[in-house]
């Protein structure tokens, strides 16, 4: 059995994972998937029920988990907390306890919604890349890292960037087994130009692609990471799976997002080591949105972000893309049907709630089988 923990969290968390526990069911109900699911607290609520927004628990029972779905932590009743209870600090220690390293956003325009980019419709009609971004080192973690007083009373902030050779290789082997899953290109994006761990990042990228994925037919390429900013708004299409380290990659996976349209659309998925013998690899799956409290109780969040995010697990956690793809395909369905909640709410389509929205998901994915 497929062991699930579900940690709702705060503002529309619950509202959209309920509609994604209803799909949970129908995959269940129809004997594609069975999921062993348990649910927990974090965030926020956790910090009502339990005066901390992540317990040891909990944490345990993520760590023994095969996959975690996570919906959304925070909001302004708890902006009072001091730092180290706010409900942001329990997904973090738990992203770090799980040594998720590697962060994976997808950017996908589907084509009803493809004339809502901000770009022109033939630049991002049908994009599909990828962009695994490496999340646990560089220069947001490297040390030394502080704020200094010179001799000569000037004040110096400093951060480090770093990378070790094990760093680079792990991230870079999850990105070229993606690839193959795909269309086996990826694009290495670095500035080796102007920085040592740039050219160490290159060179080892490089390295583990003439030893393990040369021969299997995957194409590597490496751009500069000002470069590919450039290209990501000029001709996205050029990309398929992008690996970058974490700095490139929190900037160039936002802008990839914009090309996409809406937050409430953007899955993720962050995986950590490989699978050890009776145990996954660890691998937390969330939508890119947060808790949307400007919105939430009022059943209009859009839950397709974190349904897709489950359908990455069935991909990525599970290996079972048909399950994945007949998700997606009637996520497709329902848009090209013209329905819509209120953040992609288009002139002449019928806007719906999110309980609708699950209903109609739940209708394609019938008509689908
Ligand atoms: P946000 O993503 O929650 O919301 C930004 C805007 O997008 C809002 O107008 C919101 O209504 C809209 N939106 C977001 N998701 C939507 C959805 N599924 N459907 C429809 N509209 C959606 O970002 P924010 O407002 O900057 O942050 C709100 C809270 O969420 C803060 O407490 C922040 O710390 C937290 N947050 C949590 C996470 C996380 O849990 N991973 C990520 C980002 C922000």
């Given at each position: 059995m497929k062991r699930l923990l579900v940690l709702s969290g705060d503002g529309i968390g619950p509202e959209v994972m309920a509609q994604v526990m209803r799909v949970i069911d129908w995959m269940a109900r129809k004997g594609r998937v069975q999921f062993d699911v348990s649910e927990g607290l974090i965030g926020g609520c956790s910090c009502d029920v339990?005066?901390?927004?992540?317990t040891d628990d909990t944490l345990a029972e993520a760590m023994a988990a095969d996959a975690v779905l996570l919906g959304a932590v925070g909001g302004p009743r708890w902006d009072g907390l001091s730092f180290d209870k706010k409900p942001e600090q329990g997904l973090l220690r738990l992203r770090k306890a799980m040594d998720l390293f590697a962060n994976l956003r997808p950017a996908i325009v589907f084509d009803a919604l493809?004339?809502?980019?901000?770009?022109?419709l033939d630049v991002v009609k049908g994009l599909d890349l990828m962009i695994v971004r490496e999340l646990t080192g560089g220069v947001y973690f490297g040390k030394p890292r502080g704020i200094d007083i010179l001799s000569d009373g000037n004040r110096i902030g400093i951060n480090t960037h770093s990378y070790s050779t094990n760093e680079i290789v792990r991230v870079a082997r999850i990105a070229f087994d993606l690839s193959l899953k795909r269309n086996r290109k990826v694009s290495s994006v670095d500035k080796a130009n102007v920085m040592e761990a740039g050219a160490l990042w290159r060179e080892e990228v490089t390295r583990i692609w003439n030893e393990e994925y040369k021969d299997k037919g995957v194409e590597l390429s490496h751009m500069y990471a000002d470069n590919c900013a450039m290209q990501l708004v000029r001709?996205?299409?050029?990309?398929d799976v992008i690996v970058t380290d974490n700095l490139f990659g929190d900037l160039l996976s936002d802008c990839a997002a914009t090309l996409t349209g809406s937050l409430g659309m953007l899955p993720s998925a962050s995986l950590g080591m490989p699978p050890e013998e009776g145990r996954r690899r660890r691998a937390l799956y969330e939508p890119a949105h947060g808790s949307a409290p400007d919105i939430a109780?009022?059943?209009?969040?859009?839950p397709l972000a974190t349904l897709l995010s489950f359908a990455m697990m069935l991909r990525y956690s599970f290996d079972q893309p048909s399950d994945a793809d007949l998700i997606e395909r009637a996520v497709q369905r329902v848009l090209s049907g013209g329905l819509r909640t209120a953040d992609i709410m288009q002139p002449n389509k019928a806007k719906v709630s999110t309980t609708v929205m699950g209903d109609v998901i739940l209708r394609e994915l019938d008509k689908l089988t």
């Open positions: 339990h005066g901390v927004s992540l493809a004339d809502a980019a901000t770009l022109k001709a996205p299409k050029q990309f109780g009022k059943d209009i969040a859009n």
